[in-house]
């Protein structure tokens, strides 16, 4: 038996979804979202409303242009921050309020063009003005006025290493409240766990990219609510997969495409608990002594080379 080459004549000859959406309300035109309502163009978002054009969104409401950000209200154009109330062009913030072209700003309200400032208010280009003269100064400035004295400003401010808020052993950029994590991204309340990126929620989990409230998972990628699961994609609420796609709300599968409230399957076959550990257990020892290794390359590409981004020209 030839596991791989049967999982992938599986793969071809079984329907794809073209994306995942769970427990959304009007928010057909997003992918790989849940429980979003009234959202528009956004991927890789949880729990958001009235939201749209954005990437990496979590808990937000009324948010337009935004790239990675967590628990953000009436914003626009803003990156990589968390707890943002009526800001715009604000990048690796937190807890700000009413702040426009902010860069590395922490617990600020009603701050202008600033770089690097911690609870500060009535500032502009990291000068603290009365709240009457800052009301005034806002009024005659301009935007392109502000865009070019705030990139200037950046570029005179010293810089931190990384992004980390409420970490403790961590290597890695823009974690938060995350504990023993090595080279780890875009993550935040993850523990012990290593190369992983884009996570929430996470404990137990190594080379991971976009996963959220899992425990116990090895090569996952763009999956949601698994527990000790490897080598899937694109699963969500699952548990005890390995080499899966697309399956959804199952348990005890292996090598499996496409299933959903399923049960000891292998290969979308059903099998008696009995039989599927026996069989399970024979393809392991199998693969350990394939050459390609165990879980090392078991998907094989869908689309052409040329279809890819992995085609385009470099700038």
Known sequence: ??????????????????????????????????????????ANAVSNEDCMYGRDFYNN?????????????????????????GCSHMQDSANCRDCDFGFDMRDCTNCIGC??????EFYIFNVRYMKEDFLKKRLELTRDEIALEFEALRLRVPRRSGMFIGTEHCFGDYMFN???????????ECQDSAYIEECKKMNDCYDI??????????????????????????????????FCEFVFNSKNCFGCIGLNHKEY????????????????????????????????GFFHPTFPFADTVASWARL
């Open 1 to 42: 038996m030839d596991f791989f080459a049967e999982l992938n004549a599986l793969r071809d000859s079984t329907p794809r979804l073209s994306v995942v959406r769970l427990n959304n309300i009007n928010s057909d035109f997003t992918a790989n979202t849940d429980q979003c309502k009234n959202c528009y163009l956004l």
């Open 61 to 85: 409401t009324d948010c337009i242009d935004c790239d990675h950000i967590m628990h953000c209200t009436l914003c626009y154009e803003c990156v990589n921050s968390r707890g943002l109330w």
């Open 115 to 120: 770089v690097g400032l911690r609870n500060a």
């Open 178 to 188: 995350s504990k023993n994590v090595f080279c780890g991204f875009d993550i935040s």
């Open 209 to 242: 990219t976009v996963l959220e409230q899992a425990a116990f998972c090895y090569e996952i990628s763009s999956s949601h609510i698994l527990n000790n699961c490897n080598f899937c994609f694109q699963c969500v609420e699952s548990s005890d997969l390995e």
């Open 265 to 296: 399957y292998i290969l979308n076959k059903k099998y008696s608990p009995e039989d599927y550990a026996r069989m399970v257990a024979e393809i392991r020892s199998g693969l350990k002594k394939d050459p390609r290794g165990y879980g090392a």
